[in-house]
């Protein structure tokens, strides 16, 4: 039992890589849209490549959407509109009418005959104003019903008046009687009379759209099983595209049924199960050092799901804003934190797995990987702002170069561009640009470190620097020189340099604690380790490294940065003070005087330990010239290869001899030396 908690824990790491794995599959698979894939693939202007394509089975050619958005617009533009009469408001105006008509005709010299002559005059004109009623004057174009009598009764625009029109009738009718002041007087007062009584049914109306739009068929036709769709090289165009899309769509659908289910899935499974153990192989075999970190595995697997659970979002909500989706966030991040290689590789796995659910799967993994080289190719030091938009400008243009490309091809022309697709990519670059806060958000998830973060950090105004400047002059103006020397050396051999920098900044930060043990910072002759003993002495000069990393965790500084101020001295001796030791006791163990190390484990720390010795010994060059700083590089830095400080790093004999070129070139100009000219 006790065993295998010890295997356990030993290989708790790669169990839990295991489980990662694991996860990673089976949520990518979750995400995917459920759906079968079409078995042959096809574009618009292309030949058909395959063989002869006969119906599998019966099915139905559906609408595009652009004909099923036509025949809506068409329903729209003609839907019925149905208007209520009012037939109480009918019988007001007559009985206003009678009214008005007996006060101005009670008195008079007309007859009772003839007042009841204008009387059913004036109510017939009033019947014939009234026939079809008087409408509002927002009058809806389209097909007119009015509701009379129970009954919905069609109308055309021409019988439609409204009360400016009735009134004009009114006046015109009057005239027939041929008196024109009596005409005149009758006119006045069925004009006052009438009032609208036709209205506007709005819910009616919606309701009866409805119902003409519910009834619109999504398919017009059918293909026969058996049928011939499209022969082997002929060209895809616009029907037997149509045709060939319904086939796909209904493949599709009837697939992920019954047993299919799990063969789907299980065939989904494999696939996106080899594409992620590429991802493994590659991090183990080129990339070791993230393959050891569970955490950066962690976060490398995080992007990949949050990229493929974003896009398989869009595909089954609204697949037009696909392109929508920052894909390139991907490769920008992953350069940022870890290098370009890796984030191209994972950049373009990750494309490969969104294949199998993207509409237009080849135009999507074209574009997608051409974006993804760009971004990798124009983005630098990302730190600078300025970069990022240009970069982000660049991305977005070649989508719409690539969109230009791919429209010609299947159109054949330059007509019926979907400009909304122009604003999709502008979108896609201004949500790129969110790339920035993101880094800070991982820095603080992942505990990882940007390119951003070191330049912050490389501020000698910075709180902990200017203490360090305080305290110990010395030992500040020993890091400022050092970290010159490894930005060169690091900036020769293609290492990090911003990050060589800041760990030389910080390295010896541990000395802060008795700063007047190190010679650099002593301004008197005193010398403290005179009163110490060796051992003493030592333990003092080997604690700086701890004290340092102390300081560091403290001020929370990375630990990127605080595995430069662990491995700067390796595991190598204080030789000073040993050698005093050995004259006092000859059997002296070297284990007392030896730094904790760790030895450097990258190409940065390397880089470090190499400039730190040289910097710090060359204060003890007397007389400087070409052949005795080339002859002390050569030692320092032989004596580290001969004491196996290297071995644990990246690094080879071939950069180690062109950072001793670079240490050589720069201590000969901060010594100053001339050319010695012959006598």
């Not at 869009?314 to 696909?322: A, E, F, R, S, W």
């Amino acid at each position: 039992m006790g065993k295998s908690l010890d295997n356990f824990y030993k290989n708790q790491s790669l169990i839990y890589k295991y489980f990662l794995y694991v996860i990673s599959i089976a949520l990518i698979v979750f995400f995917f849209p459920k759906g079968g894939k079409f078995k042959y693939e096809f574009q618009k202007g292309k030949p058909w490549q395959y063989e002869n394509l006969y119906a599998p089975f019966d099915f139905s050619i559906k609408k595009t959407d652009t004909e099923l958005e036509q025949e809506r617009k068409d329903l729209e533009e003609n839907k019925p509109n149905y208007y209520t009469y009012d037939y109480t408001i009918a019988e007001g105006a007559r009985t206003a009418f009678k009214s008005e008509f007996e006060r101005q005709f009670s008195a008079g010299t007309y007859t009772a005959q003839y007042k009841e002559y204008l009387l059913e005059f004036g109510n017939g004109i009033l019947d014939t104003i009234y026939g079809l009623g008087i409408f509002e004057n927002d009058i809806s174009s389209g097909k007119l019903f009015l509701i009379f009598t129970n009954e919905a009764i069609a109308i055309r625009p021409g019988q439609v008046r409204d009360l400016e029109e009735s009134s004009a009738l009114a006046q015109q009718q009057t005239k027939d009687l041929g008196n024109s002041v009596i005409a005149a007087r009758l006119a006045t007062i069925l004009t006052k009379a009438l009032k609208a009584n036709v209205f506007y049914d709005k819910n009616l109306s919606e309701s009866a759209l409805q119902e003409e739009l519910s009834k619109i068929s999504y398919t017009r036709g059918t293909i026969a099983e058996g049928k011939l769709m499209i022969a082997k090289g002929e060209v895809v165009e616009a029907d037997n595209y149509n045709i060939l899309v319904s086939l796909k769509e209904e493949y599709e659908s009837e697939l992920w049924k019954g047993n299919n289910y799990y063969f789907i899935l299980f065939g989904y499974t494999i696939l996106v199960a080899l594409v992620l153990i590429m991802l493994f192989l590659f991090l183990k075999k080129y990339r070791p050092e993230i393959f050891a970190n569970s955490n950066k595995v962690t976060f490398i697997f995080f992007n990949i799901l949050l990229m493929v659970f974003i896009t398989t979002l869009v595909v089954k909500t609204n697949d037009q804003y696909l392109y929508a989706v920052p894909l390139c966030i991907l490769p920008l991040i992953l350069k940022n934190f870890f290098d370009a290689r890796l984030g191209l590789f994972v950049h373009v796995l990750t494309i490969l797995i969104l294949g199998f659910v993207v509409p237009n799967s080849f135009e999507y993994i074209f574009l997608q990987i051409i974006a993804g080289i760009v971004t990798i190719l124009t983005v630098s030091e990302l730190y600078k702002r300025a970069n990022l938009f240009i970069s982000v400008g660049q991305i977005t243009l070649i989508y719409i170069i690539g969109y230009f490309a791919f429209h010609s091809i299947h159109e054949g022309n330059m007509e019926n561009i979907q400009w909304i697709t122009f604003g999709i990519f502008l979108l896609n670059g201004m949500i790129t640009l969110f790339a920035q806060p993101l880094i800070y958000l991982y820095e603080k998830i992942f505990g990882l470190v940007s390119d951003v973060s070191l330049l912050e950090l490389s501020d000698t105004n910075s709180k902990l620097l200017k203490e360090l400047a305080n305290k110990a002059p010395g030992t500040f103006h020993h890091s400022l020189q050092v970290a010159n020397l490894a930005e060169a050396a690091a900036s020769e051999v293609g290492a990090n340099a911003m990050l060589v920098r800041v760990g030389a900044l910080y390295h010896d930060i541990g000395k802060m604690a008795r700063p007047t043990y190190f010679t650099e910072n002593q301004i008197t002759n005193a010398n403290p380790h005179n009163e110490l003993p060796p051992k003493e002495s030592a333990k003092i000069i080997i604690d700086h490294v701890l004290d340092g990393i102390e300081l560091a965790r403290k001020n929370n500084l990375p630990d990127r940065v605080i595995d430069f101020i662990r491995t700067h001295h390796g595991t190598t001796l204080v030789y000073y003070f040993y050698k005093k030791q050995q004259e006092l006791d000859a059997e002296t163990s070297e284990k007392e005087f030896r730094y904790p190390g760790p030895i450097p484990f990258s190409k940065e720390t390397a880089i470090l330990m190499m400039s730190d010795a040289v910097e710090a010994a060359s204060k003890s060059l007397k007389s400087p010239t070409y052949p005795i700083i080339d002859e002390f590089i050569e030692k320092i830095v032989q004596g580290q290869l001969t004491a196996n400080q290297f071995i644990n790093a990246n690094i080879t004999l071939k950069e180690i001899e062109m950072i001793k070129k670079v240490l050589k070139k720069k201590l000969t100009n901060i010594y100053h030396l001339r050319v010695e000219y012959p006598e």
